[in-house]
T-cell receptor
Framework: EDQVTQSPEALRLQEGESSSLNCSYT??????LFWYRQDPGKGPEFLFT???AGEEKEKERLKATLTKKESFLHITAPKPEDSATYLC???????????FGGGTRVLVKP | GAVVSQHPSRVICKSGTSVKIECRSL??????MFWYRQFPKQSLMLMAT?????????EQGVEKDKFLINHASLTLSTLTVTSAHPEDSSFYIC?????????????FGPGTRLTVT
């Protein structure tokens, strides 16, 4: 059974204080690893897809990386508007469904 | 691009009644749509996967007769919560995967908050 564990559960940062979120996964065969951002009371917003170990993707202050066992989401010089819950999900090669981790709640203080 | 809408955004209903939630892909066709529920401060739990024109596939523990899913077209899927009870109160979110692409991203709707009184 696929397993996805995110850490830490919550992260409080000062504006400008860079940090990284971790997503560890166990899957029989990885089709893709997905990062989403979710604001309170809203649906997840797609950020990145990573397909193979060594792959990296960037969008503004966010950078996602992937190894065979985990993914990191690096937030560089965060701003208050980066406050959200960040969700990681994996899809195995055998199916369509996403298995989500528990998420990391990020709060960036001005 | 890749916009998914849900209607209604909020609904309050009485115990024992049924509620229908619509999920539409606005600017793309979706062969596959997914329905999730999310409890406060928890992650998303997949309820079912629906493919256009065929029966939905439900996850273990999800009652098929209680959560009726119809995927009648490439842009519309509906979830009907039948004989709703307070324990069905939750945040229901749909997602859609674009047809005819090599990408596997799922694009999510804004969610529907269901409160059963």
């Amino acid at each position: 059974e696929d397993q996805v564990t995110q850490s830490p559960e919550a992260l409080r940062l000062q504006e400008g204080e860079s940090s990284s979120l971790n997503c560890s996964y166990t899957v029989s065969g990885l089709r893709g690893l997905f990062w989403y951002r979710q604001d309170p009371g809203k649906g997840p917003e797609f950020l990145f897809t990573l397909y193979s170990a060594g792959e990296e993707k960037e969008k503004e202050r966010l950078k996602a990386t992937l190894t065979k066992k985990e993914s990191f989401l690096h937030i560089t010089a965060p701003k208050p508007e980066d406050s959200a819950t960040y969700l990681c999900a994996v899809q195995e090669t055998a199916g369509n469904k996403l298995t989500f981790g528990g998420g990391t709640r990020v709060l960036v203080k001005p | 691009g890749a916009v998914v809408s849900q209607h209604p955004s909020r609904v309050i209903c009485k115990s024992g009644t049924s509620v229908k939630i619509e999920c539409r892909s606005l600017d793309f066709q979706a062969t596959t749509m997914f329905w999730y529920r999310q409890f406060p401060k928890q992650s998303l739990m997949l309820m079912a996967t629906s493919n256009e024109g065929s029966k939905a596939t439900y996850e273990q523990g999800v009652e098929k007769d209680k959560f009726l899913i119809n995927h009648a077209s490439l842009t519309l899927s509906t979830l009907t919560v039948t004989s709703a009870h307070p324990e069905d109160s939750s945040f229901y979110i749909c997602s859609a995967r674009a047809a005819g692409t090599a990408n596997y991203e799922q694009y999510f709707g804004p969610g529907t908050r269901l409160t059963v009184t």
